[in-house]
């Protein structure tokens, strides 16, 4: 089943498009990578997917409802999850106020130790200020906030980019058990080979556009893909 097709899309922040005409799916329990160069439009496309975009045409829909309309919370209940590239998490509460924030959590109380169980780190520190935590469990944090309402399809932009080497791979795994649990992840990202190592289908923009698409170990074995997008192979 289709979770999030996107057709058309286009949009941008004033008069100008950043967006130039995107068409994406994404199926139930898969991982979509999209990478590109920087200044592509990855995170104005995760902008425009969540509705913070001021200014979009095209369609967004989501479990066959068209979205589009929609505002940003309205989006959050119908089952969009986002995480953004600077990490939206509130720096004077504590991490378990972070989580209680939440709107439109149904079982508050089983998904916070359900998040507790994924991110034990966050668990440890729970009545820390947000605003004192590094910046690979301000993500953790600002991914768990993302996963409380049990979202059908989640956006992440860059999940990886402040994270140590030691914690990226904790992370892709992350990503991967969240997909094989059945939800889709539309996942923007630098490190793009191992991205798609864990992704089912890659899409690499350029200029506001997918100039290529496909299955993720097509691109992978790509020599176009490799040489202009995908960057050195480690
Ligand atoms: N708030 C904004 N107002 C106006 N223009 C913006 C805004 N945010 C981004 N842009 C412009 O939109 C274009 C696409 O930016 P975007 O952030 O979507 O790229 P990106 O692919 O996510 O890049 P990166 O890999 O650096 O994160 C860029 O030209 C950027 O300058
Ligand atoms: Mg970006």
Redo the contacts with the bound molecule.
Sequence with gaps: MTVLSIQGLKG???EVN?LNGIDLAIEEGEILTVA????????????AVVGLLPRVSGTVTLNSKDVTSLAPEKRAQNGIGYVP?VSNVFPSLTIIENLEVVEGVKDRRSRIAEMFRLFPALAERKRARAGRLSGGERQQLAYARALMTRPSVVVL??PTAALSPALVAESFGRIASLAHDGTSVLL?E?RARQALAISNRGAI?DG?RVVLEGPAVDLLNNEKAAALYLGHST
């Design positions: 941008g922040y004033s950043i590109g160069t920087n200044g592509a439009g990855k995170s104005t496309l995760a902008k590239q932009d860059e923007i630098q923009m506001g």
